[in-house]
Each structure stands twice: as structure tokens, then as C-alpha cells.
């Protein structure tokens, strides 16, 4: 386990369908956090997790959006009925706490809603 | 509202020469601060990460500054390479609310040869 794996790497859906996406982050990491980035702007927080209890949501998430860490490992982020406007990239990451070096990304899912 | 502000938003270098980028930010309470580089397409990869107490760090020829007193934070690249394209994204860390990052908007580097 090199590294935080996110799948699919890319995503394209019609408006109004729903997406599920996979984050396995690190093994030894108990925290995993979502984040989206839009085009040409830096990551947005949306929630995270330490093991299975999700300890923080952000406005952001709004009720189409719900994530889930049932096991404390991988994780799924799922999007109902989606818009136009929750296009963008989908980052995962993974840390340790008392270990920021650890602090680590995934490559993201770019989802394009049409 | 902890913030993150970055200038410029954009700069074109030519190979082989510095440049530097900056950082202002208003999070607080103040965990270290961390820059970040991200390929177009790419997840965010750390480049340098200091707390309160350390005011200089170099990862080869990246070196960044911190200044926590004025909250302004720099990085500077030497010798850029065309593979230095990319955006640079300053990011703070909270001691609150599980270590959660504050990003800034990222800088967009481009080295043309």
C-alpha cells in the first residue's frame, strides 16, 4: 500500500443520476477526509471521518451528499441526483493523528455532470 | 472565516529562473502551514510542511518561508524546470477540528523553455 487510491478516476454522469465513489487511503491512517476542487480554485473541505465515526460535515454537504467509512478503512462518497454544478474534482485523504507529514492525497475523481 | 489568500494567481517564468510565491492567511488557532504542489488532473502532493516555531524549509529547490508573525508565508523555486508547471497551493492546518486543511486558491506556474 503505496499510497491513497480513489476510483473511478474519472466519472461521467447525466443530470439527475446518481455516483458512488471509492477512497482506500493509507492502512495505517485512522482519519480520512473528503474534499472538492473546482476548476482553478484549491480544495474545499466537505467531511471527514476518524475510523467510522464521521466527526465533521461542512455546509457544503448539502442532503444529496452522503458519505460513509462502515468499517473504519475504505470509504464511499455518493452523490443523488446530481447537477450540473457538482462537477468537479473529488479529492480523498488520509492522515494520522499527530502525524501531519502523513497527510496524504489521492489522485481524485473528476466527475462531469451533463 | 479562516482564509488563505495567494498572489499571484498566475505566472509565466522562463527555464531556469526563480520565482517566488506568497501566502497571507487568517486561520487560526495555527497548527503549520504546508505547501503543496498539483498537477493539472492530479491530487495535491506536499512539497514542505512548518509549524509555529520553524521559518525556513527547502525540499531541493523549493524553500519556503514563514513568518507567523505577520501570517505571510513564501515559496521560492530555483532554477525552474518545465516539469515546476503546475499550481502551488498554500494550505493551513487548525489544531481544531481534526486537523482539517485550509486551502488557498493555488498559484499557476507555467516554465516555457
Known amino acids: 500500500d503505496t499510497g491513497v487510491s480513489q476510483d473511478p478516476r474519472h466519472k461521467i454522469t447525466k443530470r439527475g443520476q446518481n455516483v458512488t465513489f471509492r477512497c482506500d487511503p493509507i492502512s495505517e491512517h485512522n482519519r480520512l477526509y473528503w474534499y472538492r476542487q473546482t476548476l482553478g480554485q484549491g480544495p474545499e473541505f466537505l467531511t471527514y471521518?476518524?475510523?467510522?465515526?464521521?466527526?465533521?460535515k461542512s455546509r457544503l454537504l448539502s442532503d444529496r451528499f452522503s458519505a460513509e467509512r462502515p468499517k473504519g478503512s475504505f470509504s464511499t462518497l455518493e452523490i443523488q441526483r446530481t447537477e450540473q454544478g457538482d462537477s468537479a474534482m473529488y479529492l480523498c485523504a488520509s492522515s494520522s493523528p499527530g502525524t501531519d507529514y502523513g497527510y496524504t492525497f489521492g489522485s481524485g475523481t473528476r466527475l462531469t455532470v451533463v | 472565516k479562516n482564509q488563505v489568500e495567494q498572489s499571484p494567481q498566475s505566472l509565466i517564468i522562463l527555464e531556469g529562473k526563480n520565482c517566488t510565491l506568497q501566502c497571507n492567511y487568517t486561520v487560526s488557532p495555527f497548527s503549520n502551514l504546508r505547501w503543496y504542489k498539483q498537477d493539472t488532473g492530479r491530487g495535491p502532493v506536499s512539497l514542505t510542511i512548518?509549524?509555529?516555531?520553524?521559518n525556513t524549509k527547502s525540499n531541493g529547490r523549493y524553500t519556503a518561508t514563514l513568518d507567523a508573525d505577520t501570517k505571510q508565508s513564501s515559496l521560492h523555486i530555483t532554477a525552474s524546470q518545465l516539469s515546476d508547471s503546475a499550481s502551488y497551493i498554500c494550505v493551513v492546518s487548525t489544531e481544531a477540528a481534526g486537523n482539517k486543511l485550509t486551502f488557498g486558491g493555488g498559484t499557476r506556474v507555467l516554465v516555457k523553455p
Open positions: 512548518m509549524t509555529f516555531s520553524e
Open positions: 471521518f476518524q475510523n467510522e465515526a464521521q466527526l465533521e
